[in-house]
Each structure stands twice: as C-alpha cells, then as structure tokens.
C-alpha cells in the first residue's frame, strides 16, 4: 500500500495491488482510534486499486490518521498527515 502525497494538502491517493480476489475493507481512523470514513468493505479482484481521501471534504480537521487496510485478515496501516 502506498499513500501519495503524505503529507498532503486537499487530496491524497491511497494505491494497493491484489494478487487475488479477496475481501478487502479499507478504512481511515482518527489519532483516537476510531473510523472517520470507510472507503470499501467488500470482495475485490486481483488488479491494482487507487482511492482518494481527504479528512476536510469530509468536514473533519487537518492532522494525523491511519490508513487501513485489511486484506483477508491480515492488517496493513500507514500514518498519513493532511496539513492546511
């Protein structure tokens, strides 16, 4: 998984790849831990995969989240900054 660009302003790009068909939930938390936005939670082809975020659209504050995303159980986070 790869999120670009991190720091980010307005947007940022989060990409992962399957090698198989899969379960996949894709979700961004607050420092606190909890969910501000499910991007997917469902079965995915084997492909390539990109979705935006952006904790402002959204109406929440600029700061620290974690992308997760989770790939037949298995868990897989990055810290991401969104700035003014």
Same mark, same amino acid.
């Given at each position: 998984?790869?999120?670009?660009? @991190?720091?980010?302003? /307005?947007?940022?790009?989060?990409? !992962? #790849?399957?090698? =198989? ?21 469902? @079965?995915?082809?084997? /492909?390539?995969?990109?979705?935006? !975020? #952006?904790?402002? =659209?959204l109406g929440f504050a600029t700061g620290i989240y974690t992308v ?17």
């Amino acid at each position: 998984m790869t999120v670009v660009p @991190n720091p980010y302003s /307005g947007r940022t790009n989060i990409t !992962f #790849s399957l090698d =198989a068909d899969d379960e996949v939930v894709i979700e961004v938390l607050n420092t606190m831990g909890q969910r501000v936005a499910l991007l997917h939670d469902g @079965n995915q082809s084997k /492909g390539d995969y990109k979705y935006e !975020f #952006s904790a402002k =659209a959204l109406g929440f504050a600029t700061g620290i989240y974690t992308v997760r995303v989770i790939v037949g159980g298995k868990f897989y986070s990055k810290r991401i900054i969104e700035l003014e």
